[in-house]
C-alpha cells in the first residue's frame, strides 16, 4: 500500500519501558525501519522525543494501555501530531506476537493512514475530568458507607430506612447520633424527627424498638466519621470543579434547560467532552464515542442485537442517570417519548434511549449555541397527526364501533 506520512512512528507501550519504531525513506525508494527501547521515565521520556525529532519524525501512533500511556502523550504531545489508538481495535496474525512487531505494525499502519485516533481534550478539560472523576467514585464511597449503616441498623433490629427516606437527612443524622451517645428511649428518639416526618411519630417510634448495644454504636460511629470525611472531600472538589467551570458558564446554563440534566450533569457532559463538538462531526459520532447508542449486528437481513457498544463510562452513565430523571419531568416532549419506546422495548432500555436522546439536544446546543425548546407532550401526535387519528379508528373497529369523524367547529 502506498504510504501516505514520510516519516512516522509506533510505539508499543508498557509499564516500565516503551519500544519505539521509526519508519523513513531509505533513499533507494524502500522504507528504513529503525528500533529502540526506553525507560518509562521523564529524563528517557525526554531522550525518546530529542531521538524521534533526530529521526524527523512527524506522526506518532501510541496503544491506550491503561493509564501508562499519559505520561508518554504528555511529554510529546507538544512535538509531534499523536494518535493515541486502542489496540484491541487491531488484530494480529496468531503466532506473530511480540512487542517489537507491535511498533512495527502500529508504524506501518500510521504511514498508510490506516489508524484512528482516539479524542484526547485539551489539558484543562483533562485537569476537569479528573475532578469530576474522583468526586464521582466519592460519591460512590459515601453510597457504600450509607449502605453499610442501613445494614448495621437492620442487624440491631431497627427499622429506621421502613420510616424515613434518608437515614442520612436532617431527622435521621440526629437519631443515629442519639443511638451512638447511648439514647436507646424509641420516644425520645422519635422526638428527634423533624418536618414532615414528625406526622409518622408513632410508626417511627415502632421502628426504632430493637437491640442496639454498645457493638453496633461503635461501629456507627465509625461509620458517621468517614461519611464525614468524604462530605469534606466532596465538598472542595465541588469547589475546585466550581472554579475550572467558570469559563464554560454560559454552556452550563444552556444545558440545565434541557429536562432531566441538573448541574452535576451538565458539568460531567463539559468535563468529558470538552464543550467544543468540533471533533464530531455529527451528535450520532457522539453519541457512538459515548458508547449509548444502539449497537448494529445484522446478516443476512436479520438484525440481531441492539446492544450498545461499550463507550466513555463516566459520560455514559451520568447520562442514564439524566435519562430516568428526565421520565419524571411532567407535560414534556422527553416523557412522552420515554413512553412510547417503553411500551416497546421495556423501561431499560427505554431510559438509555432516553439519555442517547438528551446527548443529542446536549451536542446541538453546544454547537450552535442555543438554548433548548420544549415541544410539549403531544409533540409525536402532532408530528404524526393522521397515523394517530387511523390508529384510534382501527382500536374503536376492533371493539364493535363504526366510527364517523366529522371536524369540530
Avoid at 493509564?67 to 481495535?89: C, G, R, S
Avoid at 481534550?121 to 459515601?142: F, G, N
Wanted: hydrophobic share 40%; charged share 25%.
Amino acid at each position: 500500500m502506498e504510504p501516505l506520512l514520510e516519516c512516522c512512528a509506533g510505539l508499543d507501550v508498557h509499564r516500565d519501558t516503551v519500544v519505539a519504531t521509526v519508519r523513513t525513506p531509505d533513499g533507494a525508494g524502500g522504507r528504513r525501519v529503525v528500533t529502540e527501547t526506553f525507560a518509562v521515565t521523564t529524563p528517557t521520556l525526554l531522550a525518546l522525543r530529542d531521538w524521534l525529532q533526530a529521526q524527523r519524525v512527524t506522526h506518532v501512533a501510541l496503544e491506550s494501555t491503561g493509564v501508562y500511556w499519559k505520561p508518554i502523550y504528555y511529554v510529546l504531545e507538544d512535538a509531534f501530531t499523536l494518535i493515541l489508538v486502542n489496540m484491541q481495535h487491531l488484530r494480529h496474525v496468531p503466532g506473530r506476537k511480540s512487542d517489537v512487531r507491535d511498533s512495527e505494525w502500529l508504524a506501518q499502519l500510521l504511514e498508510c493512514g490506516l489508524l484512528r485516533g482516539s479524542f484526547i481534550p485539551p489539558s484543562p478539560i483533562r485537569d476537569l475530568r479528573d475532578l469530576t472523576r474522583y468526586r464521582r467514585a466519592q460519591l460512590e464511597d459515601r453510597t457504600r458507607e450509607v449502605n453499610r449503616l442501613h445494614k448495621l441498623l437492620i442487624d440491631a433490629g431497627l427499622k429506621l430506612s421502613s420510616v424515613l427516606t434518608d437515614i442520612m437527612g436532617m431527622s435521621g443524622r440526629a437519631i443515629v447520633r442519639a443511638l451512638v451517645e447511648g439514647t436507646t428511649d424509641p420516644a425520645l428518639l422519635a422526638d428527634l424527627a423533624r418536618g414532615k416526618l414528625r406526622a409518622k411519630l408513632p410508626a417511627l417510634r415502632t421502628a426504632l424498638q430493637g437491640r442496639f448495644r454498645s457493638h453496633h454504636a461503635f461501629l456507627a460511629s465509625q461509620i458517621l466519621n468517614k461519611i464525614a470525611v468524604i462530605e469534606d472531600t466532596i465538598r472542595d472538589c465541588t469547589t475546585e470543579i466550581d472554579r475550572l467551570l467558570v469559563p464554560f458558564a454560559a454552556v452550563l446554563e444552556r444545558l440545565a434547560t434541557i429536562p432531566g440534566i441538573q448541574r452535576r450533569t451538565a458539568e460531567i457532559i463539559v468535563a468529558e467532552t470538552g464543550a467544543d463538538m468540533t471533533p464530531f462531526k455529527t451528535a450520532g459520532q457522539l453519541c457512538s464515542w459515548a458508547g449509548i447508542c444502539p449497537g448494529q449486528d445484522e446478516s443476512a437481513g436479520k438484525r440481531r442485537s441492539g446492544k450498545t457498544r461499550r463507550g466513555n463510562r463516566y459520560l455514559r452513565a451520568a447520562l442514564v442517570e439524566a435519562g430516568l430523571a428526565a421520565t419524571r419531568a411532567k407535560r414534556t416532549a422527553i416523557q412522552a417519548r420515554y413512553a412510547r419506546l417503553k411500551r416497546k422495548h421495556g423501561h431499560k432500555k427505554a431510559v438509555v434511549a432516553t439519555g442517547h436522546h438528551l446527548l443529542k439536544i446536549a451536542f446541538y446546543l453546544m454547537r450552535d449555541e442555543t438554548l433548548y425548546r420544549e415541544d410539549g407532550p403531544d409533540y409525536f401526535e402532532r408530528r404524526s397527526r393522521d397515523r394517530v387519528v387511523r390508529r384510534h379508528l382501527r382500536h374503536l373497529e376492533q371493539l364493535g364501533y363504526r366510527v364517523t369523524l366529522e371536524p369540530a367547529a
